[in-house]
């Protein structure tokens, strides 16, 4: 009987939520309040368990005397030097590693810099300011030709040809033939007769003639052009006066640790042998 009790308030009120989301289903907030009321209850756990861990190592400090020893104290200005001491050591130490390392190099990279970089860059320089530019380039284009050509020539004349006359031409005293007896009497040819004449002559010709004319012209050019004929020789005399000075001071001195006057001493060479190593 006891245990049906409380069973009929729970038969009695699960229909309850059912009807409310039939007639009203607009109010459904019930999972998000429920999800929010979860979050927040994680949330104060989480809290509640670093409060607990906090307090027993408070506890455990406060029982352990050597662990006491080994951490603050309570005293500022100690636990300040101490710490101040402990990082300046180490970025000591870093710093001393980086400059042997450096030490260690510094010629070697000096070498590669004289060699490589200033003396290689003024030398190439020295021999582009020399060099020709040497190329062939290839001309397609017309020519359009307008002048007056004189011509002066002797034109030889030897043909044969037949002439007619243009007029009436009297011949007087002209044999003419009859019964095979030369009769002398004068004769008068009218225009258009056909005459058969052979020229053999030279005539001088002197006069202008005009000329105009488009030409195609095609034709590979040959250049050769130095380089210290050109703009770029400025330019380039300019580069080698600015790496003149930084290729005499990285060629002129400190080329090892036995040019370096500090380290022939016998109270520095030894730092000098840790730091630049044995070369």
Same mark, same amino acid.
């Given at each position: 009987?006891?245990?049906?009790?409380?069973?009929?308030?729970?038969?009695?009120?699960?229909?309850?939520?059912?009807?409310?989301?039939?007639?009203?289903?607009?109010?459904?907030?019930?999972?998000?309040?429920?999800?929010?009321?979860?979050?927040?209850?994680?949330?104060?756990?989480?809290?509640?368990?670093?409060?607990?861990?906090?307090?027993?190592?408070?506890?455990?400090?406060?029982?352990?005397?050597?662990?006491?020893?080994?951490?603050?104290?309570?005293?500022?200005?100690?636990?300040?030097?101490?710490?101040?001491?402990?990082?300046?050591?180490?970025?000591?130490?870093?710093?001393?590693?980086?400059?042997?390392?450096?030490?260690?190099?510094?010629?070697?990279?000096?070498?590669?810099?004289?060699?490589? +970089?200033?003396? *290689? =860059?003024?030398?190439?320089?020295?021999?582009?300011?020399?060099?020709?530019?040497? #190329? @062939? %380039? /290839?001309?397609?284009?017309?020519?359009?030709?307008?002048?007056?050509?004189?011509?002066?020539?002797?034109?030889?004349?030897?043909?044969?040809?037949?002439?007619?006359?243009?007029?009436?031409?009297?011949?007087?005293?002209?044999?003419?033939?009859?019964?095979?007896?030369?009769?002398?009497?004068?004769?008068? +040819?009218?225009? *258009? =007769?056909?005459?058969?004449?052979?020229?053999?002559?030279?005539?001088?010709?002197? #006069? @202008? %003639? /005009?000329?105009?004319?488009?030409?195609?012209?095609?034709?590979?050019?040959?250049?050769?052009?130095?380089?210290?004929?050109?703009?770029?020789?400025?330019?380039?005399?300019?580069?080698?006066?600015?790496?003149?000075?930084?290729?005499?001071?990285?060629?002129?001195?400190?080329?090892?640790?036995?040019?370096?006057?500090?380290?022939?001493?016998?109270?520095?060479?030894?730092?000098?042998?840790?730091?630049?190593?044995?070369?």
């Amino acid at each position: 009987m006891d245990n049906s009790k409380p069973d009929r308030p729970e038969t009695e009120f699960e229909p309850q939520p059912q009807v409310q989301t039939e007639t009203n289903p607009e109010s459904q907030p019930v999972p998000e309040t429920a999800t929010e009321s979860y979050v927040d209850e994680r949330i104060r756990q989480a809290f509640e368990r670093v409060k607990l861990w906090f307090k027993n190592a408070q506890e455990h400090y406060l029982h352990s005397p050597r662990l006491q020893k080994l951490t603050y104290q309570g005293k500022y200005l100690p636990a300040f030097w101490t710490v101040a001491c402990i990082f300046s050591l180490m970025v000591n130490i870093v710093l001393v590693a980086i400059l042997i390392s450096f030490g260690h190099n510094f010629f070697a990279l000096k070498a590669l810099i004289a060699k490589g +970089l200033v003396n *290689g =860059t003024s030398d190439t320089l020295a021999l582009m300011d020399q060099a020709h530019i040497v #190329t @062939t %380039v /290839p001309v397609n284009t017309k020519v359009q030709l307008q002048d007056n050509l004189p011509v002066i020539f002797d034109l030889s004349i030897n043909q044969s040809t037949q002439l007619s006359l243009a007029q009436d031409t009297k011949i007087p005293g002209a044999y003419i033939y009859l019964n095979n007896t030369a009769v002398a009497t004068d004769l008068t +040819l009218p225009a *258009g =007769t056909p005459i058969q004449a052979n020229f053999d002559m030279s005539v001088p010709v002197n #006069t @202008t %003639v /005009p000329i105009s004319v488009t030409v195609p012209v095609s034709m590979q050019v040959p250049v050769d052009i130095p380089i210290e004929q050109t703009d770029l020789h400025q330019s380039i005399v300019g580069l080698q006066g600015i790496i003149e000075p930084y290729k005499t001071i990285m060629g002129s001195a400190f080329n090892s640790p036995k040019e370096l006057p500090l380290c022939d001493q016998w109270w520095s060479g030894w730092a000098c042998s840790i730091i630049f190593g044995k070369q």
